[in-house]
């Protein structure tokens, strides 16, 4: 993890607990921070993503909205261009398609239409992924269409202290910032939960520059590329994998805008193999243009064909077994490292 | 009440409506609205049962026969009782992520219903759908979990319907929170453009989640928007069933006469959380909500109007039990679905 | 007309705006208008030359030093010169796709957005934007080509404003095929909710492209869609540059006093076609358009009544012709972008 | 290309009038078939994709809708789920963010969410791409985005042939179907064209199934695996390299879902080298896909690093020399079939 300054004190907390102290740090320290979204006040968040903040900061700047995305979305963008830093949430990434122009065709051409002339520094958060059962509706990550569309900044967090940095990261920025948590990372009381959702976290200023994937686990004989909750299941399987001699070095690529190319050949090149676990969409999605970017370099790298495990293009069933059979989940990324360390 | 706050050169007047305003309906119907009400009730409170059943130890959402999230209807079932009443199951019905008391008054088999909560292979939806998604095309019923987006598809099954020369008619129903989405406006004004049989009803039960009617609408009635699309716009105030049932009726009669689609707003009661879990902590009317119970309300009324008496009342009580225990015992006797036919289905 | 067909208990009933019912501006206010009228007429002029001059043989879109789709607002004139006439360029406007008259109207620099339309270095997006896509952070005007998608910026801007205890607000513009968008209703609901300082107006030329506003808006007025969020709304009738000033100075006041978003609908013209290369074969009334050029009608109002004379109005035009010409002039002797810099400008 | 029966007379019509051909034809065989959106009436489509139908049909098949694409899309599914046929236009793909939500959440997933129950035999129409200087919000292609999301088909038609095959068989398809068409293989006569986009197509019944790529250009040195307008520009460079000695294989997809991998692979298993050309963004989308599908069956295909050519993570921007600087146009591809070809 890399900390901007001295490293400092830590203690544990989840993910959503980190992400929200650093929401409250830079409202503390920026006047022009909010927080604008549905549910955001006097319930915290669905996901506690807000937890306290209205009791912290008032009304005024921890505000519920009406069901209004595209209003409610764009009077952010607007409030940006005229120099606050709103934080406006998107109760699910799933609902990106009653709102979708105000972000990709405005949040994110402004600055490059106007020349570079009007900055939106903006953060829109959104809650993600499956495995509880909320259906096809409720349970979609999405992140790789936010990530083909030009202009914005897709970060995505897994660990609670990485929650903390990239958040901050994000509010400072001057661009748009799209910022994804996957429900399953914020050890949320009410929803099973993985331990390594409950972990050190820095207190005070912690920055994670965004663009910058992490080692989460080292290895020498398979890389997995991954982000998100996935992060999780991928270093559960590391460790299971272990004691069978197979040692498996997981990138965490933390954002997809910008992508760390080169975090992810230095790997490969080491391991010469290469597994890509992403809860999104199989097909033109993040899985394929991890597999590509090797591919396009060089794709001697690669001793064994690439292994993809993803969502197999079908919407997210309901039923619990259903659901677990698209997931990407131990069992499945368990097979893909076999697959590609088989002699 | 918004009576004369919204007149129109365009439609009728919106108005609300008067106690007593509308002539009783016939005992029969009557005691129909109350059965169909004890039964969505009855409904509710099996799944609320099988849902909690085994969700601990703690409360994990994704636990148990009935898994992910759960939003139930309770105190909402004059709406469904008092529309659904005008229809048959050749007409449509959209609802939204809190539809059981819709499905249900609407006609829709109880057995599959309750097998797709359950994820069974034998539900409406095979268990790919779940609460949120139920599609029964016996009975032209569907809903959305995403805000008053089963709007435009409500226009094109009326589209269809009158295309074809039918008296058919579709009503799409929404909650307070979802009359400030775009596709409200946009269908609205469609259907009345194109004069389509659709009658809209908004289920207004005060929240949207955690927030109020007052911090998310701009206007004390939905029926005032009407006026934005010259059509007939009424709210039903106090949760009346006999009141839903006569301005349905009214809206009804007008969608099948081809005059063109009406707005219905209804002031009802979301008695529990808005999901399953949640604490409402942010609501500080919860300690009157039981005294606004609709059922034992109407019960009283019907009792002194002599349209029920105890027999009556334990009759209605047993029969909805019993199509509800063997719904649920239909749906826990289901199989699940076989894992490897979990990319099934994305394709015709 | 609309009047009285909307009122409402919760807002300023709508009106249309009866002539002789506003009181003259002064003579001084009366010219200015007319100038800003010229000098939108004059530009568009002058971008109609220049995007036809080499455009063939045939009309190839995407060719010459102007390509790709033009709208002109040629007879909209009334509308910018009308509503920006109480603006400073601390205040923010929001327009469309057809922002030409707007953008002059409101003040920003003639050179720079020239040099945009001709995609130069210099323009106001570097060329990056183009026509649509003009972005003026010195008097705060931006625009969109998604149609109604220009209104929740405006709120975003407004609501800055509010925040810091200014009094500037936001015009946000769009047609009136807009009024029919998801967007135009979340804005106008969030804006009224909130009290926003926000002017909204609809600029109604009868078309959207070769859509009559018959065939895609359900009432005769939209400012009877105010009714709708409990905020004053006003039709004016005529594409009457004095009447849009009248009514745009009560809305402007209104947000400027913290009271709140209005709704104008000005009943306006659009005298060529959608988009250049448009035929407008679609379009009964053709013939009668050049007769209704709002530019000579006003000029011959204020002929009569003493405020314009030959000397006058030779000088008016005159200056419009100078400030376009070296408009023009700036923009073809500016340097096209440097192609190897295609790729930056997307992150700050 | 394939015809589905005895080859039939034919006769060289433009792109447009070959897509209208298809679904005058399908009309007037189903009455259940009908063509709704903006300006689609009188004006015949900005894109000239309804020409003389209103004329044909009448205003009851042929019918202008307000601006409201999630009312009118939503009408068309809803329509579809009662037995209509509906064709329902976007005017421009660049506006999905208004109403994607109906799109990707209702048309797409009705099918799998009813368990198979329902279906929704409707085809939406759109206008995609660049080159005549229209900026940032109407020169976008997004097939990428509409095949990352499960349960369309996407169709992306080259020739005038295609356009027919692929709008009868999208029509009769009992699944939603997304048709692009490219403002640049239309054939218009306002715009700048490729010869290529007026040609030889078979009269009376046509269909090209849809999910089978077509070898546009036979060639045994190297591999372009392309769509829609590029496949112009792409068979452009393959007759001018011809004489250098470098025999360009073409591939056109003609469809991104389904994705014909088999075509594809059979290519590269031939010329060992990938170009991949894409007037969509090139992060997250079709070209890493392209790739991808190699190198997670056989990286060992690749005797050299595969090349993208797409726009690169940009919006589009309005002054032609930028513009022409971003769109896979003849220059790029030509540079890139060197780079893979080079020794
Ligand atoms: C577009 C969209 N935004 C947000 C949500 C999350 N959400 C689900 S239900 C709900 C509240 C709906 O309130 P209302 O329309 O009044 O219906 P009620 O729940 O009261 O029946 C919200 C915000 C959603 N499903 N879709
Ligand atoms: C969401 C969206 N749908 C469709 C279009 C295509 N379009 C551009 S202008 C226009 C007509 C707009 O009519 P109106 O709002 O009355 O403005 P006017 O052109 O008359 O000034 C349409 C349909 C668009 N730009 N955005
Ligand atoms: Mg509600
Ligand atoms: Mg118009």
């Known amino acids: 993890m890399t900390i901007m300054e001295a490293p400092q004190a830590t203690r544990r907390l989840t993910t959503s607990k980190a992400m929200v102290e650093a929401i409250e740090q830079e409202m503390e320290r920026d006047p022009s921070v909010l927080y604008l979204g549905e549910d955001v006040g006097a319930y915290g968040g669905i996901f506690s993503s807000t937890t306290g903040l209205l009791e912290r900061f008032g009304p005024q700047r921890v505000i519920d909205t009406p069901i209004s995305e595209t209003a409610f979305i764009g009077l952010g963008i607007g409030a940006a261009v005229e120099g606050m830093r709103p934080i406006v949430e998107l109760m699910f990434a799933d609902f990106m398609g009653v709102c979708l122009d105000q972000i990709y065709n405005h949040m994110a051409k402004i600055h490059f239409e106007s020349g570079g002339n009007v900055q939106v520094p903006m953060v829109l958060t959104m809650a993600a992924g499956g495995g509880y059962s909320d259906g096809a509706q409720h349970s979609q990550c999405l992140w790789g269409t936010f990530a083909h569309l030009p202009g914005m900044k897709v970060v995505v967090p897994s660990s609670p202290a990485d929650a903390k940095g990239l958040m901050t990261a994000a509010i400072r920025d001057d661009n748009?910032?799209?910022?994804?948590?996957?429900?399953?990372?914020?050890?949320?009381?009410?929803?099973?939960?993985?331990?390594?959702?409950?972990?050190?976290?820095?207190?005070g200023e912690h920055v994670v520059p965004i663009g910058k994937a992490r080692?989460?686990?080292e290895g020498s004989d398979v890389t997995v590329v991954t982000l998100s909750l996935s992060v999780h299941h991928a270093?559960?399987?590391?460790?299971?994998?272990?004691?069978?001699?197979?040692?498996v070095e997981v990138i965490d690529l933390r954002s997809l805008v910008p992508l760390d190319r080169e975090a992810i050949l230095t790997s490969v090149g080491k391991t010469g193999r290469l597994v890509v676990v992403d809860e999104d969409y199989l097909s033109y999605g993040v899985s394929g243009e991890v597999v590509a970017t090797v591919a396009g370099v060089d794709p001697g790298l690669l001793v064994m064909p690439a292994q993809r495990v993803a969502v197999p293009d079908v919407p997210i069933p309901y039923a619990h077994d259903l659901e677990y059979a698209v997931l990407p989940r131990h069992d499945r990324i368990e097979r893909a490292i076999h697959a590609v360390t088989a002699r | 009440m918004t009576t004369d706050t919204s007149r129109s050169a365009t439609a009728p007047a919106p108005r609300a409506s008067q106690p007593g305003e509308q002539l009783r309906p016939e005992p029969a119907v009557r005691a129909q609205l109350y059965e169909t009400m004890v039964l969505c009730r009855t409904y509710e409170e099996a799944i609320l049962r099988e849902y909690h059943a085994d969700k601990g130890p703690g409360f994990d959402i994704g636990k148990g026969l009935v898994p992910g999230e759960m939003h139930l209807s309770a105190g909402q079932e004059p709406v469904a009782a008092g529309v659904c009443a005008h229809l048959t199951t050749d007409d449509a019905v959209t609802a939204t992520h809190r539809p059981h008391h819709l499905a249900i008054a609407h006609g829709v088999d109880l057995g599959r219903m309750t097998a797709e909560i359950f994820g069974r292979e034998t539900g409406l939806g095979r268990g790919r759908g779940g609460h949120m998604h139920l599609f029964d095309p016996a009975t032209h019923f569907s809903c959305s979990g995403i805000i008053a987006e089963g709007f435009p598809p409500a226009l094109g099954q009326a589209f269809a319907f009158q295309r074809r020369g039918t008296d058919r008619i579709a009503v799409a129903v929404t909650g307070e929170g979802a009359a400030n989405q775009g596709a409200f406006h946009e269908s609205l004004n469609l259907a009345a453009l194109w004069r389509l049989p659709v009658v809209f009803v908004v289920e207004d039960n005060d929240w949207a989640i955690s927030v109020p009617r007052a911090a998310s609408t701009a206007v004390p009635s939905n029926a005032d928007r009407a006026m934005a699309y010259g059509i007939p716009g009424l709210r039903v105030e106090d949760?009346?069933?006999?009141?839903?049932?006569?301005?349905?009726?009214?809206?009804?009669?007008?969608?099948?006469?081809?005059?063109?689609?009406?707005?219905?707003?209804?002031h009802t009661l979301r008695m529990w959380g808005h999901f399953e879990g949640d604490a409402q902590g942010y609501r500080p009317e919860l300690a009157d909500v039981p005294a606004n119970d609709p059922i034992p309300r109407y019960e009283h009324e019907l009792r002194d109007a002599g349209v029920l008496d105890d027999a009556r009342v334990a009759a209605i009580r047993d029969r909805a039990t019993a199509r509800v225990e063997d719904a649920v015992a239909f749906a826990k006797g289901s199989p699940t679905p076989d894992p490897s036919s979990a990319t099934d289905l994305v394709f015709a």
Chains 1, 4 share one sequence.
């Open chain 2, 239 to 266: 949760n009346d069933v006999e009141a839903v049932y006569a301005a349905a009726g009214e809206a009804v009669a007008r969608a099948r006469a081809g005059e063109g689609p009406s707005l219905l707003e209804i």
């Open chain 1, 176 to 203: 748009p910032v799209v910022y994804v948590f996957h429900k399953g990372v914020m050890g949320l009381p009410w929803m099973a939960k993985n331990p390594r959702t409950l972990d050190e976290v820095p207190e």
């Open chain 1, 235 to 247: 270093l559960d399987v590391a460790e299971r994998l272990a004691p069978q001699g197979i040692d």
């Open chain 1, 215 to 217: 080692v989460a686990r």
